[in-house]
């Protein structure tokens, strides 16, 4: 007997004939004798329309209201989905985030999971009850409700799963799995059967939507299995895994190619060349949760220096606010900001290690006619900064330069 975490994505629940969809199938797996616990996360695209709701109500509304109303998305979905469940059979018990044992930093629309205690989603599952939970939500220090950021359901998924210390996290999704490259703008790309936590972490990062990228990175340190897998169609997804089990499957080094247009670069001119001007900056970034991501610094040009770095386009008036005053007091030049941006990079273990792979992708961009405008790369990726309206044709020639278009891949 299995205990399983199953957790379906909002394109999953959109609908009444979906949620009966997803009923259908966590009986069957009930009846089957593996022990269950399931998220869910908002309905279709209630999340957003919760948003606008609340700009249309006010402005700038506050973050711990904001969170009371965001979070009514999953608690609903939980509803009805256990509602449903228990119509097919098995007795299914909705659970709030914070009746789930998840304990947040308390930190407004976008809290980390600091502990989960399991016991009550264990005390349902004894009791030959299904627990049904709603996903992105918490409790927060002070006893408030806080979200988790956007598409955390599957953090809670996967943080489920490591308390319980389940067999499998399944994420249902409105995709067959992970893909080479996002298919709605690679139509070339494959379905990958099997990927590597830090891949999966990387593609994750560069903006595959298929699975919130903390979620992955919790998986990869419980060694949790998880597979990602169609709510819609039988078929048996993508599995992530250590990266020694994939290897040996794969072929290709280059595995994947994703894209992001999320994203904004913030620059601070003339940065004096001293220690501690780059801990200046960031710092304050960081106690405000402001996530940076591609950082350039270059090479200081009679003792001042540029630095660069990227952050999601919701971040950026913040960013800026934060910076522009930093940098007025470290004698540094202007602060400015780009929202027109995007990122494309490929991902696969060995990248780093294998000569010519940097300037094979190089190349191919450079025969596109596309700009690099900043680079970052890691053990397992590369990342090429280029301006957004060329994002997608970037991920297409990337895509095909290492030979994963349908057809030529392994
Ligand atoms: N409903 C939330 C969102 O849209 C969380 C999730 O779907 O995972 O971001
Ligand atoms: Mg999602």
């Known amino acids: 007997m299995a205990t399983l975490v199953f957790k379906f994505g909002g394109t999953s629940v959109a609908t009444r004939e979906r949620i009966a969809a997803v009923a259908e199938r966590v009986a069957d797996a009930a009846a089957g004798g593996d022990r269950l616990a399931v998220v869910v996360s908002a309905r279709g695209d209630a999340t957003d329309r919760l948003i606008e709701e609340a700009e249309h109500t006010v402005p700038r509304p506050r973050a711990r209201e904001l969170d009371m109303l965001m979070s009514t998305g999953e608690t609903a979905s939980a509803a009805l989905v256990a509602m449903a469940v228990s119509a097919h059979g098995p007795e299914a018990v909705a659970l709030s985030g914070i009746q789930a044992g998840v304990v947040t930093d308390g930190v407004y629309g976008r809290g980390r999971i600091e502990r989960l205690d399991p016991s009550r989603v264990r005390r349902e599952m004894d009791a030959g009850r299904i627990p049904i939970i709603a996903g992105f939500q918490g409790l927060g220090p002070g006893g408030d409700m806080v979200t988790l950021g956007r598409g955390a359901s599957d953090t809670t998924a996967v943080s489920l799963a490591a308390a319980l210390r389940a067999d499998r996290c ?34 994750a990062q560069l903006g595959a939507k298929v699975m919130q ?83 350039v610094q270059n090479l200081s040009e009679a003792g001042t220096t540029d630095i660069s770095f990227t952050v999601s386009k919701a971040d950026m008036a913040a960013a800026v606010d934060l910076v522009r005053p930093i940098a007025a007091e470290i004698g540094a030049g202007d602060v400015s900001a780009d929202a027109s941006l995007g990122k494309v990079g490929i991902v696969g273990v060995g990248i780093q290690s294998t000569p010519g792979i940097a300037a094979r992708a190089f190349g191919a961009l450079a025969e596109a006619g596309i700009n690099i405008l900043g680079i970052t790369t890691s053990e397992i990726r590369i990342t090429c900064l280029v301006a957004e309206a060329e994002v997608e044709h970037a991920a297409r020639t990337l895509h095909t330069a290492f030979g994963l278009d349908a057809d030529s891949a392994q």
């Open 170 to 203: 399944d994420i249902f999704t409105d995709v067959e799995g992970v893909y080479t490259a996002d298919p709605r703008c690679v139509p070339q790309a494959n379905k990958l059967d099997a990927i590597g936590y830090g891949e999966m972490l990387e593609m």
């Open 213 to 295: 990228h903390r979620s992955v990175g919790i998986a990869q340190r419980f060694r949790l299995p998880v597979v990602v897998r169609s709510s819609f169609v039988d078929s048996p997804g993508t599995s992530m895994m250590a990266a020694e089990a994939v290897e040996i499957e794969s072929v290709a080094l280059v595995r994947g190619v994703a894209h992001d247009t999320d994203v904004a670069r913030i620059t601070v001119r003339a940065v004096r060349d001293r220690p501690g001007l780059a801990h200046g900056i960031f710092q304050p970034l960081a106690d405000h949760g402001i996530n940076i991501d591609v950082i």
